[in-house]
């Protein structure tokens, strides 16, 4: 898969109606009567279309025999085609009614996980039922992707290489704040294809210490590394990459520490195939780092899921004994971090596929000297 060309896609090539009739297996086998899914990435999933967060309700009624979408008139034009019955409520109607109206008398309606509470508490006072989290339905069916969302990942991935390859001829580092970078790297994601980038770390000398630093006005220096994690989505769908740059030849203690970093990455993909647990990946890099001296600088969980989120399960980390499924899609990213001094992270998207690993990122991992 890597190196082979992917077709920009059109949100319509996704099998919604396979979705919702897994769907409706899966409310069947735990007896539940109703879904109402919100705003969040949930919605998308299972329609094209990602409601615009607003105090007006867009909320979608999934049952067994029905599926319709409640949204606000003034947001029913931007709606693609789909398998629900759009139905647009106007200023003066109640879309709590509407919505309560739709769900009928089961014993159990799951609600979407990101349901704003205020829409929560509202629709809990007017139906009385059990309530569950959509959660213990929709995750198992997320998790696996399908040849299409593997397609649309690795366009997203393959874009975002596109701008890690561009990072070391394009912008000068030594001279320039974090933020800049950071501007210009937002830039080059929608030059690249993205359709908007999301987030954009650029840490550099001893902020690289922390994983999640904001970029700042601090200038970025001779001597310093500087990590950059960086995505955004492409048709829904996301990228999520990190490389880190040496501005100048690195000491060698920077090197040393990147090539335990790479090695921990490299030895944690190797691990991927069916059957294996999601927390074994993190003890196979885990293990690369405690053994050269620097267990104690890796502080966070080797990988997250992807897909319409940027995180979601499964999650690679201690605990986490589910096994690995062909089709789950997650990244891979060790790292050290000593502070007061700078940090390495290497980051790639990986599925899992039928005997192995499949990596949707190739840009260069070794520690790239930049200026």
């Not at 896609?9 to 996704?14: E, I, N, Q, Y």
């Not at 919605?43 to 949204?71: C, H, I, K, N, Q």
């Not at 520490?257 to 990455?265: I, K, M």
Request: hydrophobic residues 40%.
């Amino acid at each position: 898969m890597p190196g082979q060309d992917f077709a920009y896609l059109s949100p319509m090539v996704f099998d919604y109606e396979s979705r919702l009739r897994r769907l409706r297996e899966s409310m069947r086998e735990r007896g539940v009567g109703a879904v109402l899914l919100s705003v969040g990435p949930d919605l998308p999933y299972f329609s094209g279309y990602e409601a615009f967060p607003s105090e007006r309700l867009t909320m979608a009624v999934v049952t067994e025999s029905d599926a319709v979408l409640f949204l606000p008139r003034l947001e029913a034009p931007r709606v693609p085609d789909g398998p629900f019955e759009v139905r647009a409520w106007d200023e003066t109607e109640d879309p709590i009614r509407l919505v309560a109206g739709s769900v009928g008398r089961p014993e159990t309606v799951a609600l979407g996980e990101q349901t704003w509470s205020v829409f929560t508490l509202a629709l809990q006072d007017r139906i009385d039922v059990g309530w569950v989290s959509s959660g213990v339905l929709i995750r198992d069916l997320r998790m696996r992707k399908d040849e299409a969302e593997v397609q649309a990942l690795a366009t997203a991935a393959t874009q975002a290489d596109a701008v890690a390859r561009r990072l070391p001829d394009e912008i000068r580092f030594a001279g320039s704040t974090e933020a800049a970078v950071a501007a210009r790297i937002r830039e080059m994601l929608v030059e690249e294809g993205h359709d908007q980038a999301l987030f954009w770390i650029v840490a550099s000398g001893p902020n690289g210490a922390s994983p999640h630093h904001e970029p700042s006005s601090r200038v970025i220096e001779r001597g310093d590394l500087v990590i950059c994690d960086f995505g955004g989505s492409v048709h829904g769908y996301r990228s999520d990459t990190t490389r880190t740059f040496s501005v100048g030849e690195p000491t060698p203690g920077q090197a040393e520490v990147h090539r335990v970093v790479l090695s921990a990455q490299q030895a944690a993909t190797a691990a991927v195939r069916p059957g294996v647990p999601c927390q074994e990946i993190d003890r196979v890099a885990r293990a690369v780092i405690e053994d050269a001296g620097y267990g104690d600088y890796f502080i966070h969980r080797t990988g997250h899921g992807i897909g319409l989120d940027v995180h979601e399960d499964p999650y690679l980390v201690e605990g986490n004994d589910l096994p690995l499924e062909e089709g789950m899609a997650f990244s891979i990213e060790p790292g050290i971090y000593l502070p007061e001094e700078f940090g390495v992270r290497i980051e790639d998207i990986v599925v899992c596929g039928s005997d192995g690993p499949i990596t949707l990122n190739d840009s260069p991992r070794e520690l790239v000297v930049v200026e």
